[in-house]
């Protein structure tokens, strides 16, 4: 499958979107422990959208939801295009 081919696939854009949710709620639980040693969800969503932050946090967030999200797909959907070339 080609890149173009890929990124027209409802599939990839799915995977995509499943994987970089899971990476925002795994990376938002383990940057809350390092900071607050605890599960402290207020606090954390408080001091980082304090201060007109909002717009910022939002924009860093989603953008990092797509970019690790992009990227694990397209391994994925790489390594089973080769797979599937072996056999």
Do not use: C, H, P
């Amino acid at each position: 499958m080609k890149f173009k081919e890929m990124l027209s696939s409802k599939q990839y854009w799915k995977s995509v979107a499943i994987l970089g949710l899971l990476f925002l709620v795994v990376y938002n639980v383990v940057m809350m422990f390092v900071d607050y040693g605890t599960l402290a969800f207020q606090e954390y969503f408080a001091n980082r959208t304090a201060d007109g932050k909002l717009v910022k946090f939002i924009i860093t967030q989603v953008a990092g939801m797509i970019v690790y999200g992009m990227f694990v797909t397209y391994g994925q959907f790489r390594r089973r295009d080769k797979e599937q070339l072996k056999k």
